[in-house]
């Protein structure tokens, strides 16, 4: 998961395997959620995003999973590609914002290995 | 292609000068955002503009100005009062169609102070 310090989580898998990337958020009022990758130097793209009165939602390749009761996110990638290889960050925003503040982690980083 | 670009993609300062980073969208967003993201850490939030002529400080506004003269574009300068300005920049922009629509970001503008 999500950890204070300059010292960011780091995942290492193998391609094809299946990743999960873990998220702490802070805020039980947060009403939504969204996962973006962002590659070495690049701006941050977005994966998928759950809004709070979901547990679960698919995309391609991607399930994000919320469990407001512990307040954790977590993003399963499927079939790992090195191509995914990217820090993967977690944003919430707090629930009544109407301009839509985000709050970052500070991000996972996922190796994949051929 | 719609999309958000920044410019310049490196830009170098020196001490006690104030630079102009441009940030311009053409996906008819009304929202737009500037986070500076430094190493290790999540991006954190610089100022926010819902409407043009609009725009308000976010966490760590001190050092820094914005305008929004125009819907498409949201400049950010960093004057010679922020004490620690060499960071990644991000430009983000968002539609308020809805409250759940993510943000869009660009391709950021590393800035390092000599």
């Known amino acids: 998961g999500e950890s204070v310090g300059l010292h960011l989580p780091t995942l290492s898998v193998q391609e094809g395997d299946n990743s999960i990337i873990n998220c702490a958020y802070s805020n039980s009022a947060s009403d939504y959620f969204i996962w973006y990758k962002q590659e070495s130097g690049k701006g941050p793209q977005f994966i998928i995003d759950i809004r709070s009165n979901m547990d679960k939602r698919q995309g391609q390749r991607v399930t994000v999973l919320l469990n407001k009761t512990v307040k954790h996110l977590s993003l399963q990638i499927a079939a790992t590609q090195p191509g995914d290889s990217a820090v993967y960050f977690c944003a919430e925003r707090a629930g009544g914002t109407s301009y839509g503040k985000l709050t970052f982690g500070q991000g996972t980083i996922l190796t994949v290995h051929p | 292609d719609g999309g958000i670009t920044q410019s310049p993609k490196y830009l170098f300062r020196k001490e006690g000068q104030n630079v102009t980073l441009s940030c311009e969208q053409n996906l008819n967003h009304d929202a737009m955002y500037w986070y500076r993201q430094d190493p290790g850490q999540g991006l954190r939030l610089i100022y926010y503009?819902?409407?043009?002529?609009?725009?308000q400080k976010g966490d760590i506004a001190e050092g820094y100005s914005v305008s929004r003269e125009k819907k498409e574009s949201f400049p950010l300068t960093v004057t010679s009062a922020q004490k620690n300005p060499t960071a990644f920049y991000l430009c983000?922009?968002?539609?308020?169609?809805?409250?759940?629509?993510?943000?869009?970001f660009g391709p950021g503008t590393r800035l390092t102070v000599l």
């Open positions: 983000a922009s968002r539609t308020q169609r809805s409250s759940y629509n993510e943000q869009f």
């Open positions: 503009s819902q409407i043009v002529n609009d725009f």
